[in-house]
């Protein structure tokens, strides 16, 4: 795995440029990522193009030695051009524009902004395309960030309307999809529909989910215009988009099909602070994020992309966007970087090179401080270096088990989750860590996904199933779970004739007949476990695997398909997985808190997120950690 930075030479004097190059060289970084919010630089004013500070930048970084990522500018457009079409913003769902001042200040469906953007992809890709500096290129900057994928404008609404008719063809089969006739909701005419914003009461559902699906498309082929023009400018150079943590606005599985690299930026301290984990989980692992916070995301973009992914931003240190902002514990960057090698990452790149003393990311942590001088991630940074140098490129094979998501669910629950507590990532991410605590490496997956060759499947939630997967279900042989809500809505968002779990009824014969959610703090006991949340009345000739203590069923086995109708609680997973891979060759290891594994094609990682050192057996393969007390924040 190669190690890198983000840096923005345009931020700095230009006679500190060969030391920083050559301090990054120093430290073991190779690859440094440029360009992506540069347009006022690059093109000052309209037509007038400056590349001479951008060509000295590339080729300083090239004599020491460095490789460059370029990054095309279009998340920031200047002021000029805002102020030639102002139309091109964003309009938000409360109808306000999302105005010049920060950064992505755009909607993707506007057609003079999208040929801006092709105008100055051609430009770079024209200047650029046979640099030998230029190992990657770098579309945007995380699609979506700021809640941008969702617009609600003029220019958004008529992209709309072309999108339905091509989806329905007749004004008449959209009132029939959506259920129209429902509250005289009915449309003569395309021209007639507007997006589902600013409605009195809620929007019709399925006129949100159709509006999700086109936002996503939209995204989709917004990247690709991109991707094209560079694939033409620069063929051979591989090409990459940086996505979020805990993101699920435009289908990324989709967008994935157009790169060679899925990248993410990784801030775990963040996102521990912003997501819905507990008071208590904020407490224990304040400093270190939660132990599967990073790996999920590893896994999830390791599947969006053919495999091939890496980190474009790593947390090196306190960031600037979250409600509290702690610094890591010592030890904690060389271990996420580790981590990502584990999990087959090419690139773990640190956000930023230096810290900024001016504009909003003043207070965002770096390598450096603003004076020049190492902040306390470097060290780690040369640390981690020498591990990898040692240990070599990590490949990682299919794993045993695979964890289906899907980003139509996650809008699904979005818009109609009838219960306020029920988050499909969170759902995802339970059954995922679930999974790590008993030592398993997975595989997250698109519903379109292969899934032959696995030990076990666990699909969390599908309200809507795609084409061939009940076909795919009923051809494993391995055992199945599937979670609450799966084939409880059809492709409109309409409930199934029969009921759910739809046309899964043909792999495990059961009916859900009520659905109820439940407020925090109330829950049904069951032997261990509890039922929170949610859950669901079943019928079924068959009997329940498990019941709750008032005698309801909660868990239906049929062959190797199991259906859960509740929101599991921890306790209820952990025994579903022991009594699943009781039923394969797979080993479960009962790790400590705090400690996860993972495994390589050659190495077998040990990665400890506590404060104590604890002791872990050996667990096979050459070992980074094995049989000893591994140190706290260490692996």
């Known amino acids: 795995m190669k190690l890198g930075c983000c840096y923005y030479p345009e931020h700095w004097a230009e006679d500190i440029w060969a030391e920083d190059a050559m301090r990054m060289a120093e430290m073991g970084l190779t690859l440094v990522r440029i360009g992506e919010f540069a347009w006022s630089r690059i093109e000052p004013e309209p037509g007038r193009y400056d590349w001479g500070w951008l060509d000295r930048a590339i080729d300083t970084l090239a004599q020491a030695g460095l490789q460059v990522i370029l990054g095309t500018p279009t998340a920031t457009p200047p002021k000029w051009l805002v102020d030639t079409m102002p139309d091109m913003v964003a309009i938000d769902e409360q109808g306000r ?14 057609p003079g902004y999208r040929a801006e953007c092709a105008r100055i992809v051609a430009a770079l890709a024209e ?9 990657m290129w770098q579309t945007d900057n995380e699609y979506g960030c700021h809640d941008t994928v969702l617009s609600f404008s003029d220019a958004a609404a008529a992209a709309f309307r072309v999108w339905l008719e091509a989806r329905y063809g007749t004004a008449e089969a959209l009132n029939a999809a959506w259920g129209n006739v429902f509250w005289s909701m009915e449309y003569r005419s395309f021209s007639e529909v507007d997006p589902p914003n600013l409605t009195v009461a809620e929007a019709n559902p399925a006129h949100w989910l159709d509006y999700r699906r086109f936002a996503s498309d939209q995204v989709v082929s917004f990247n690709l215009a991109q991707a094209a023009i560079l694939r033409s400018a620069a063929p051979g150079k591989d090409i990459t988009h940086n996505f979020m943590g805990f993101f699920t606005e435009f289908d990324h599985h989709d967008l994935g099909r157009d790169i060679d690299v899925a990248m993410w930026d990784s801030y775990p301290l963040g996102f521990l602070e912003q997501f819905w984990f507990s008071v208590d989980e904020k407490r224990a692992y304040l400093r270190q994020g939660h132990p599967d916070i990073a790996a999920f995301h590893h896994d999830l973009y390791r599947g969006c992309s053919k495999g091939r992914w890496g980190v474009m931003e790593q947390q090196p240190g306190p960031v600037n966007w979250a409600r509290f902002n702690p610094a890591p514990l010592p030890g904690m960057v060389a271990l996420w970087t580790l981590e990502a090698a584990a999990h087959g990452a090419e690139l773990t790149s640190y956000f930023r090179w230096r810290q900024a003393p001016f504009a909003q990311e003043q207070m965002h942590a770096g390598l450096l401080r603003p004076d020049r001088t190492d902040a306390e991630a470097v060290n780690e940074v040369r640390a981690a270096a020498n591990v990898l140098a040692d240990i070599g490129a990590q490949a990682t094979a299919q794993a045993k088990v695979a964890l289906v998501f899907s980003y139509d669910a996650a809008w699904v629950c979005s818009i109609q989750p009838q219960g306020q507590s029920f988050r499909y990532l969170e759902l995802v991410f339970e059954w995922y860590s679930a999974l790590r605590t008993r030592g398993l490496d997975v595989d997250i997956v698109a519903p379109e996904a292969d899934l032959t060759g696995y030990q076990l499947v666990l699909i969390p939630s599908l309200p809507i199933l795609p084409e061939g997967i009940v076909e795919k279900v009923a051809s494993l042989t391995c055992p199945v779970l599937l979670g609450p809500r799966s084939g409880s809505k059809t492709s409109n968002f309409s409930i199934p004739d ?14 859900v007949t009520r659905v109820e959610s439940l407020r925090d703090g109330v829950s049904e006991p069951g032997d261990g476990w509890l039922v929170t949340r949610w859950r669901e009345d079943v019928q079924s000739h068959f009997v329940p695997e498990f019941a709750d203590a008032a005698k309801r069923g909660v868990v239906y086995a049929s062959g190797t398909v199991r259906y859960c109708a509740i929101w599991p609680d921890r306790a209820l997973l952990r025994l579903l997985i022991e009594l699943m891979a009781g039923e394969t060759d797979l080993l479960l290891l009962d790790l400590p808190e705090g400690i996860r594994v993972r495994n390589s094609a050659s190495h077998s990682f040990t990665f400890n997120y506590t404060n104590d050192a604890v002791f872990v057996p050996h667990i096979g393969k050459t070992l980074v950690s094995a049989n000893w007390h591994i140190a706290p924040r260490d692996c």
């Open 97 to 110: 524009p999302r105005g010049f001042g920060s950064r992505r200040h755009y909607c993707f469906s506007h």
């Open 127 to 135: 200047r650029y395309g046979q640099h030998p500096a230029i190992v």
């Open 498 to 511: 029969g009921l759910a779990p739809g046309d899964l009824k043909s792999v495990i014969a059961l009916t």
